[in-house]
C-alpha cells in the first residue's frame, strides 16, 4: 500500500513537472499580439472571441504557469495580464451578456486557475497582486469588463517595461476628462478613489495629493469631491455609441440584478419578501368589514452548478378578521381571539433551473411546501390561514434589456394548491398567474417599475384576480437589494360586491 501511494505521488508530481510551464517573454509576447489583434479603442471584440484559439492557449498558460524562478517583476507583470485575460475569458464564455454585474458572484464566487491555484478574481486582484506590491497605480491596469474601468490597452505588460507603462496608464486615467470630471470647484471622481481609499492615502486630501502627481491641472484641495455611479456596461465593441459616451444615465440596465438568472455555482441567494394584503367588504351601499393577511415568504437557494440551484421555501403568516373602522397594521397587534391567527405555515423544498445555457436570463423555479400545523383553512372557531393541503408552485421566468435603461420582466406560473386535502372545504385549486413588469434604471443602482397581474382559476366556477401597482428597488452594493411595491388588487367577488383590496410590499435579497 505505501509503495502504490508512492507511486501515485511520483506520477502526479510528474504530470505538475510536464504540465507546468516557466514563464519567459513567449509569453508576453503571446499576449502583447492578442490584445493588439482584440481590443479596439479600449472595447474587447468578445463576438469574435468565442473559438478563438489565441485566447484559449494564452489561458492554458495563465492556468499551468511556473512562477518559481520569475522575479518580482515579472511575477507583477505576468498577475496583471493573467487577470485582464480571465475577466476577458469569464466574459466571453457568457457572451452576449450586458454587464459581467448581471453574472452573480463574476468576482468573488466563481473560481479561475491562475498559476496552478484555484482563485477567485478579487483573491487575484487583492492577495496576488495589491497585497504584495502595494501600488495604487495597479488600479489602472487591471480591468474589470466594465466601460466604468480605464480602458483596456491594446499591449500587453512587460516587466522590462512594466514602472514606465503603470505610470502612462496611471496619467492617461487622471487626465482622462470623462474619467475624472472636474466642474468649477467639485471633481467627481471614479468609485474606484471611493471603493480602495485606503490604496490612495485614506482621505481627501492623500487621494487629490495622489491624482495631482499624475495631472498636468492639479484639482485644488479646496475642491469638494463626489463619487459618481459606476458604469458596469461591458466594455463590448459591439456596445452602442450612447454607452461608449460615458454619462451617468447611460446603460443603467448593467449593473441591476437579473431576476430571472440562476445562482453561479457555490453561490447563495435568499430573499424574502413581505407582502401586507387587506381588503374592505360589504354590500356596494357600504363596506364594513376588512380582513388582513401578513405573509413572509422565504426563499434560500445554492448554486450547485451555474445552471442548476436547490433550497427551500417557507412561509410565516399573520391574519386578523375584525370591522371597519380599523387599520390594515392592526395585523400586527396582541389580538388573541377566533378573528386572528398566526404562525409557520408552509415549507418544502426548491429548485431553480436554466434549460438553455444560451438563454442567461430564462429560468425555471419550482417549490413543493407541505402545509405545517393543523386546520389551517380554518373553522368555526378559528380563521382561515393556509391551505390545508400541499402546494406546487412552477413559476417561468424571462428577463431583458430594452436598450440603456429600459428592462422587461415576464413571469408565467402553474400554481396548484391544497394538494392531497380531502377534508372538508377542499379546494384543490389550479390557476395560471401571468405578471408583466416593465422596468426605468435611472442609474446601475435604482429601478422602477410598473407590474400588471392576470390569474384565472381554472375550477367548476371561472374565477380570476388582477392587480396593477407601482414600485421600486435599490441595491446598496451588488449583494444587498430593497423592494418596495403597491398594488390595487381585485378578483370577481370584489369586483360583483364593490369591495377593495391592496397589497403593500417590502422585501429584501441577499446574493452571496
Not at 145 to 151: Q, R, S
Not at 172 to 182: C, E, M, Y
Not at 260 to 285: D, M
Not at 406 to 412: A, D, G, H, I, N
Request: charged share 15%.
Amino acid at each position: 500500500m505505501k509503495s502504490l501511494l508512492i507511486t501515485l505521488f511520483a506520477n502526479l508530481l510528474l504530470v505538475n513537472i510536464i504540465f507546468a510551464q516557466s514563464i519567459d517573454q513567449s509569453f508576453f509576447n503571446q499576449a502583447d499580439a492578442f490584445f493588439k489583434k482584440n481590443v479596439k479603442n479600449g472595447l474587447v471584440d468578445y463576438a469574435n472571441l468565442k473559438n478563438d484559439a489565441g485566447l484559449k492557449s494564452l489561458i492554458k498558460a495563465v492556468e499551468n504557469a511556473d512562477l518559481g524562478n520569475a522575479d518580482q517583476a515579472t511575477k507583477k507583470a505576468f498577475y496583471i495580464n493573467a487577470y485582464n485575460l480571465q475577466v476577458i475569458n469569464a466574459a466571453t464564455q457568457l457572451y452576449p451578456l450586458n454587464s459581467v454585474q448581471s453574472v452573480g458572484g463574476f468576482f468573488d464566487r466563481k473560481k479561475v486557475t491562475v498559476a496552478n491555484k484555484s482563485l477567485t478574481l478579487n483573491n487575484l486582484e487583492k492577495q496576488y497582486l495589491l497585497k504584495p506590491y502595494n501600488d495604487a497605480r495597479l488600479h489602472f491596469v487591471l480591468v474589470c469588463g466594465a466601460l466604468g474601468c480605464p480602458p483596456i490597452t491594446t499591449f500587453a505588460y512587460q516587466p522590462s517595461q512594466l514602472d514606465q507603462q503603470l505610470d502612462q496608464q496611471t496619467k492617461l486615467a487622471v487626465n482622462n476628462p470623462k474619467f475624472i470630471r472636474v466642474n468649477g470647484n467639485t471633481a467627481e471622481l471614479s468609485q474606484i478613489f471611493n471603493w480602495y481609499a485606503a490604496d490612495f492615502g485614506g482621505n481627501k486630501t492623500n487621494i487629490l495629493k495622489f491624482i495631482n502627481k499624475y495631472r498636468t491641472q492639479d484639482i485644488p484641495q479646496s475642491s469638494k469631491v463626489k463619487y459618481y455611479d459606476y458604469d458596469w456596461t461591458l466594455n463590448d465593441t459591439a456596445a452602442s455609441s450612447a454607452a461608449v459616451s460615458g454619462t451617468d444615465e447611460e446603460a443603467a440596465n448593467a449593473g441591476r440584478y437579473i431576476v430571472s438568472s440562476t445562482i453561479p455555482k457555490g453561490g447563495i441567494e435568499l430573499k424574502v419578501f413581505n407582502n401586507l394584503y387587506t381588503q374592505r367588504t360589504g354590500s356596494k351601499e357600504a363596506l364594513v368589514d376588512r380582513s388582513t393577511f401578513f405573509t413572509t415568504s422565504v426563499s434560500f437557494l445554492y448554486g450547485l452548478n451555474n445552471r442548476f440551484n436547490v433550497g427551500f421555501a417557507t412561509r410565516y403568516r399573520r391574519v386578523l378578521n375584525d370591522q371597519l373602522p380599523s387599520s390594515p397594521f392592526s395585523v400586527f397587534g396582541s389580538n388573541a381571539d377566533s378573528n386572528s391567527r398566526q404562525g409557520f405555515t408552509a415549507f418544502g423544498p426548491q429548485i431553480r433551473y436554466a434549460p438553455v445555457e444560451k438563454w442567461t436570463n430564462f429560468s425555471i423555479q419550482s417549490s413543493f411546501v407541505f402545509p405545517i400545523g393543523e386546520d389551517l383553512a380554518g373553522s368555526a372557531t378559528q380563521p382561515y390561514i393556509d391551505w390545508n393541503g400541499a402546494t406546487w408552485w412552477t413559476q417561468f421566468f424571462n428577463d431583458f434589456s430594452i436598450g440603456n435603461n429600459f428592462s422587461l420582466f415576464t413571469e408565467v406560473d402553474l400554481l396548484w394548491e391544497d394538494i392531497g386535502n380531502s377534508g372538508d372545504g377542499h379546494v384543490n385549486r389550479f390557476s395560471t398567474p401571468a405578471t408583466l413588469i416593465f422596468s426605468y434604471s435611472p442609474n446601475a443602482k435604482t429601478v422602477l417599475y410598473a407590474l400588471g397581474g392576470f390569474s384565472p382559476f381554472w375550477q367548476s366556477e371561472f374565477d380570476y384576480f388582477t392587480q396593477a401597482g407601482i414600485g421600486a428597488k435599490y441595491q446598496f452594493t451588488p449583494n444587498v437589494e430593497l423592494e418596495l411595491l403597491i398594488t390595487d388588487f381585485s378578483n370577481k367577488f370584489l369586483n360583483e360586491t364593490g369591495g377593495q383590496a391592496a397589497t403593500y410590499n417590502i422585501g429584501f435579497r441577499y446574493n452571496l
